[in-house]
């Protein structure tokens, strides 16, 4: 039996120290749109970025956990963007969020990268990556 197609990427699930303080830095960093739906637990958060969505999943005893090892900053990811990166560089840097590492060469899924790598308020790794 053939295995049946994938037809594309819908959301990551990010595991949190603080949910609200991870919304606004996604928010202010990055420009997602926060999400907030109500359930029994509490109020439960998504981002949504273009082309993807990001559940943010609190680390504390007794949440509703869709991952069995819920440790904050256990994440990386690469979103990609048209802009130069030094324009992010800039923006990052007028945020108050350092450049870990880059501009550097990676190669992903679409290709070689210029990319730049910097951290969330958990230590997530993110990457921002463009074609050169």
């Given amino acids: 039996m053939p295995m ?23 928010r202010r960093v990055l420009g997602a749109q926060p999400v907030t739906i109500a359930t029994k637990m509490g109020p439960r958060y998504q981002l949504d970025l273009p ?14 956990r869709a991952v069995t090892r819920a440790v904050p900053g ?4 690469c979103l990609l963007t048209e802009a130069p990166l030094q324009d992010w560089a800039a ?5 108050g969020v350092a450049v870990e590492m880059g ?20 230590d997530t790794l993110i ?3 463009r074609l050169p």
Avoid: C, K, T
Avoid at 4 to 26: C, N, R
Avoid at 51 to 58: E, K, M
Avoid at 91 to 95: N, Y
């Fill in 4 to 26: 049946p197609a994938l037809a594309g990427f819908d959301h990551l699930m990010l595991v949190v120290a603080d949910p609200e303080a991870s919304v606004a830095f996604y």
């Fill in 103 to 122: 501009p550097v060469q990676r190669d992903g899924r679409i290709g070689l990268l210029d990319v730049i790598y910097f951290r969330d308020p958990d």
């Fill in 127 to 129: 990457e921002i990556g």
């Fill in 51 to 64: 082309g993807v969505r990001l559940s943010v999943q609190p680390v504390e005893p007794g949440a509703d």
């Fill in 74 to 77: 256990a994440a990386h990811f």
């Fill in 91 to 95: 923006h990052l840097e007028a945020e």
